[in-house]
């Protein structure tokens, strides 16, 4: 939201109330200062006649960890409404060292320190001695959009926002923000955190987070789940700008000094990614949205995926597994499927998982809405009848989460499926929340749950999928989310059309979400809607079996290969069981985002931060810490790519290329660049027929251009999370110590640089001679 006209003034009717100096500073007792609370008037005190009949604001400093600031500011504190508030996981507050002088107050946590300038007020963020960022004049602000003049005026409603602005260095650039389709780089945009339906095509996004994180090394969350206004070097181009409604506003300054380490801290506040089971890692396939299937259809995929050697792993049953108008009464159309059980039985003897879908709508013809209606489960409007609109599925309802008793009835429903053989849920939907003349069970803030209902509702089935299943069994495929929801796995990027600039835009909106605390993602490969070319389906596929999870779905059409042409099902067999084979590397990457926050696939400057070339880099992303991906957007089959400084070898067959240079090449459908950098252990499975199996036994252990000096260590582990191979690799001149400890059979190959394979079944050490 912009307030001003141009650099000098406001628009008309604005009014700017920004702190003129620090009046006063209470932190407590000396050396057990856990807050700083800090008088900041509107004006300047000259005398005692000046602290009468003005604006004052309130701040609050306090830090939940090290090098993490809380700031809260305030006008009327008694106005504060804070439900629903994001799940934040803070420990005690933390000693804050104070200094407090006549002209400056410091306020450190660790290395982060707040410098205020007392008279005139100003803010500098400093990483030691290092300035961050700033705040100056009217950079920290309550602003009134339709001010009468008044002193009296009592209400922090309609007309008032808090305004925060925080200035850009040169060549600082801002990521994140969620799962935005727009340009990845946000400078130069204006971007509302408000969740909505509207396609990867649009600016509107599913998965809106207020965090954004800077290659300066730090990232600042905006602690409101109700619409946060982004200004990035738009209103004043060296400025990113936040405001929200009301006259409060709370957010934590995260610093790094790494961008990766900004991730790890902000997911240790709101949550870290859980760990999806192994299986969830192999293909999925869907019966597609509103094409006709029944139990023969289903089972003619099955039965054709594994005659044509493709490893199917999941199969999800899209809407229509209900009957039309029923959704969402959980109940299978006895119309095509008959005997549900059955077929479920049928399904996973053939070793698959069951995935359905879901939302949280229930139409006014569904079996069960008179029972939700009856027992208050839906939401309210504000004269006491149901909320109910035609939008998706006519006379529709929306279950009230805040209702405990509405939460317990919608997990019933969905335990009878699991019962039945369905493993997990696709959460479709939860973005056009209602927020006027709406009432909710718990009486939480309609703005506030437009956003906040994603957490509610995905957190519902999630930790009903842990009680009935575990918590290392746990997967959904959600579409939309709010700050918290990587707590949720797995998110798949919504509604794309089948072409190239759908297939572009999917990536750079999931690099978005990668960047803003989420660590795994899919997205539907050859596109939703319409029915992609052959040539844009084989190219959508290796980049889909490149991502964390991959499912084929569509919308009008189906997925299945064998549709397009032949060669689509080489192509899917090809990319399915070269994923299959990396799971011992691709496991181990994800046990390690669960830990840590930081996402499997990762956006070039998050991994190249100090690389200049990297810092706008949209079309190809590091596949954990080792394989870059760049997937093909033409149908010439040409492919341009940057590669940062050092070696890099292509995986697919070991050709070397020295980085720092941009590629540009010509691939087969059978492949993709893929290359692997240097001082890498990559280790691939013995088995190439699904993502679970023992990723130790016969294991290769590929070495991949040790440079003098260096020391490398991987770990593999097992299904259980249990390390069952220790790697540790160094180079000393033309030789090469390799060291494994193992208890079963493997193969250790240094690629382009010793023509000999050496095998091992036990702990070895090796020193192996090289050219």
């Avoid at 410091?106 to 300035?131: A, D, W």
């Avoid at 969905?414 to 939907?429: A, P, R």
């Avoid at 979400?513 to 997205?523: C, I, R």
Wanted: charged residues 25%; negative net charge; aromatic residues 14%.
């Amino acid at each position: 939201m912009k307030f001003s006209n141009g650099c000098w003034i406001f628009k008309e009717g604005v009014s700017c109330f920004s702190p003129k100096e620090v009046y006063s500073v209470n932190c407590g007792e000396e050396g057990k200062c856990t807050a700083v609370r800090l008088t900041l008037p509107t004006y300047f005190v000259t005398s005692r006649g000046d602290t009468l009949g003005n604006v004052n604001l309130t701040m609050e400093i306090t830090s939940v960890a090290k090098e993490v600031f809380r700031i809260r500011t305030w006008h009327y504190r008694g106005q504060v409404r804070e439900e629903p508030s994001f799940e934040l996981f803070q420990k005690d507050l933390l000693p804050l060292e104070v200094k407090d002088g006549e002209e400056e107050l410091r306020i450190s946590s660790g290395s982060l320190t707040m410098v205020f300038q007392k008279n005139p007020f100003s803010l500098i963020f400093l990483r030691g001695k290092e300035v961050i960022t700033k705040v100056t004049g009217r950079d920290l602000a309550l602003m009134k959009t339709d001010w009468k003049g008044l002193p009296y005026d009592d209400s922090d409603a309609e007309d008032t926002y808090m305004r925060q602005m925080l200035s850009l260095g040169v060549g600082e650039l801002v990521y994140g923000m969620g799962e935005h389709f727009t340009p990845f780089v946000k400078n130069g945009q204006s971007l509302d955190i408000w969740n909505a339906d509207g396609g990867t095509s649009t600016e509107q996004a599913y998965k809106n987070i207020p965090f954004f994180l800077t290659n300066k090394g730090y990232g600042v969350f905006v602690n409101h789940p109700e619409r946060v206004s982004f200004e990035v070097a738009t209103e004043m181009v060296t400025k990113t700008q936040f405001s929200v409604k009301g006259g409060y506003l709370d957010y934590f300054f995260i610093n790094g000094p790494t961008m990766k380490e900004v991730l790890t801290r902000y997911t240790d506040l709101t949550g870290k990614p859980s760990l999806p089971a192994p299986w969830t890692f192999g293909l999925w396939l869907s019966t597609s949205f509103t094409t006709n299937y029944d139990e023969k259809t289903v089972m003619s995929f099955i039965d054709g995926m594994f005659e044509r050697g493709i490893p199917l792993r999941t199969f999800h049953f899209d809407c229509f597994w209900m009957k039309e108008f029923h959704w969402c009464d959980f109940t299978w159309d006895s119309r095509v499927f008959p005997d549900p059980k059955g077929l479920l039985s049928r399904i996973k003897a053939k070793g698959l998982n069951i995935c359905v879908w879901i939302n949280p709508y229930i139409g006014q013809d569904a079996d069960i809405f008179e029972e939700g209606l009856e027992k208050g489960y839906f939401l309210k409007r504000t004269d006491g009848s149901i909320w109910q609109w035609d939008m998706w599925q006519p006379g529709m309802a929306l279950v009230d989460f805040t209702n405990p008793e509405a939460w317990k009835w919608y997990q019933s429903k969905l335990s009878e499926l699991l019962e039945t053989g369905v493993d997990c849920f696709k959460t479709d939907f939860g973005e056009r929340i209602p927020v006027k003349d709406v009432v909710w069970y718990d009486g939480s803030e309609p703005e506030k749950m437009h956003n906040y209902y994603t957490f509610l509702y995905n957190k519902c089935v999630y930790e009903l999928l842990c009680e009935k299943r575990g918590k290392e069994d746990a997967v959904l495929f959600a579409r939309s989310a709010t700050a918290g929801g990587q707590r949720f796995p797995v998110h798949w990027g919504g509604d794309c059309w089948s072409d190239y600039e759908s297939m572009e835009e999917s990536l750079r909106g999931g690099l978005s979400l990668l960047m803003s605390g989420f660590g795994y993602w899919a997205h539907d490969i050859g596109g939703f809607e319409n029915t992609s070319t052959a040539d844009v389906y084989k190219r959508w596929v290796a980049f889909g079996l490149l991502s964390s999870h991959s499912r084929l779905h569509g919308s009008s059409s189906y997925r299945v290969p064998w549709v397009y042409d032949e060669e689509a099902v080489d192509v899917v067999r090809f990319f399915t069981r070269l994923k299959a084979k990396l799971m011992p590397y691709l496991y181990k990457e994800a046990i390690r985002t669960s830990e840590t926050g930081i996402p499997m696939m990762r956006s070039m400057i998050l991994e190249y931060t100090e690389d200049p070339a990297c810092r706008y880099l949209d079309h190809q992303y590091m596949l954990g810490d080792s394989i870059l991906v760049s997937p093909i957007f033409n149908d010439q089959g040409i492919a341009e790519y940057y590669l940062p400084e050092g070696k890099w070898t292509n995986f697919l067959n070991d050709e070397e290329y020295e980085g720092g240079r941009y590629i540009r090449e010509r691939h087969s459908y059978l492949s993709i660049p893929m290359l692997v950098k240097e001082n890498s252990v990559i280790v691939l499975g013995d088995s190439s027929d699904g993502p679970d199996y023992d990723y130790a036994d016969n294991a290769e252990i590929r070495i991949y251009a040790p440079t003098d000096g260096c020391r490398i260590e991987e770990t593999v582990y097992d299904m259980d999370k249990n390390p069952v191979i220790g790697i540790k690799v160094s180079r000393i001149a033309s030789n090469v110590l390799v060291s494994v400890k193992t208890s079963k059979k493997c193969r250790i190959r240094l690629v382009n640089l010793c023509p000999e394979v050496f095998e091992v079944e036990k702990d070895t050490e090796l020193n192996i001679s090289i050219k």
